[in-house]
């Protein structure tokens, strides 16, 4: 999802791949596997490097989890959650939902790419560690800038971590 449209049409150039181990440097790389290593790819929940898991459809299912624990203590005003489908092919599972339940404020919550060690900083969506990136816009919509504004002010009241989402890059519900 990160190739441009030429790069999916032509084989990958074996030099361009990197597996992500969770290791910092090549040092701490080598002390856990040599070269040459076969590997695969697994899609089972793993934990692994510091603080980093990994596993199939996390985007939607970190989203999932977040709700559900919302949903378990929110009750300063009315909260629906909305576990929708079709994301990826234009929102229509969230935009039935927001027909139907007419809310006066929308949050997404969602997953993106993240920084690899290759990455230009032109290049970066955000940083790991560095908190939940905040989207100002999206190929699909402009975010309203005082939602965006109070998100940065309410993780700084709670002393969290928080960044804007870099790239402008693909569209949410």
């Given at each position: 999802h990160l190739?441009?449209r030429?790069?999916?049409?032509?084989e990958?150039?074996?030099?361009?791949l990197?597996l992500?181990?969770?290791?910092?440097?090549?040092?701490?790389?080598?002390?856990?596997?040599d070269i040459?290593?076969?590997?695969?790819?697994?899609?089972?929940?793993k934990?692994?490097?510091e603080?980093l898991i990994k596993?199939k459809?996390?985007?939607?299912?970190?989203?999932?989890?977040?709700?559900?624990?919302?949903?378990?203590?929110?009750?300063?005003c009315d909260?629906?959650?909305?576990?929708?489908?079709?994301?990826?092919v234009?929102g229509?599972?969230?935009?039935i939902?927001?027909?139907?339940?007419?809310?006066d404020?929308?949050?997404?919550?969602?997953c993106?790419t993240?920084?690899?060690?290759?990455?230009s900083?032109y290049?970066?969506?955000?940083c790991?560690?560095m908190?939940?990136?905040?989207s100002?816009m999206?190929?699909?919509?402009?975010?309203?800038?005082?939602?965006v504004?109070l998100?940065?002010?309410?993780?700084e009241?709670?002393?969290?971590?928080?960044?804007?989402?870099k790239?402008?890059?693909?569209?949410?519900?």
């Amino acid at each position: 999802h990160l190739q441009s449209r030429d790069e999916r049409c032509r084989e990958i150039d074996m030099s361009s791949l990197m597996l992500d181990i969770g290791c910092k440097t090549k040092e701490e790389a080598k002390k856990l596997v040599d070269i040459g290593t076969s590997v695969y790819f697994s899609s089972k929940f793993k934990e692994f490097g510091e603080g980093l898991i990994k596993s199939k459809a996390l985007d939607d299912r970190v989203g999932c989890a977040i709700l559900v624990e919302l949903l378990k203590t929110f009750d300063e005003c009315d909260f629906y959650a909305v576990f929708s489908t079709m994301e990826e092919v234009g929102g229509r599972g969230a935009r039935i939902a927001a027909e139907a339940i007419k809310p006066d404020v929308a949050i997404v919550v969602e997953c993106t790419t993240a920084d690899t060690p290759v990455t230009s900083e032109y290049g970066k969506v955000c940083c790991m560690n560095m908190g939940p990136a905040i989207s100002f816009m999206d190929n699909g919509t402009v975010y309203d800038q005082k939602l965006v504004e109070l998100a940065f002010k309410e993780a700084e009241h709670g002393n969290l971590k928080a960044q804007y989402k870099k790239a402008v890059c693909g569209s949410n519900d």
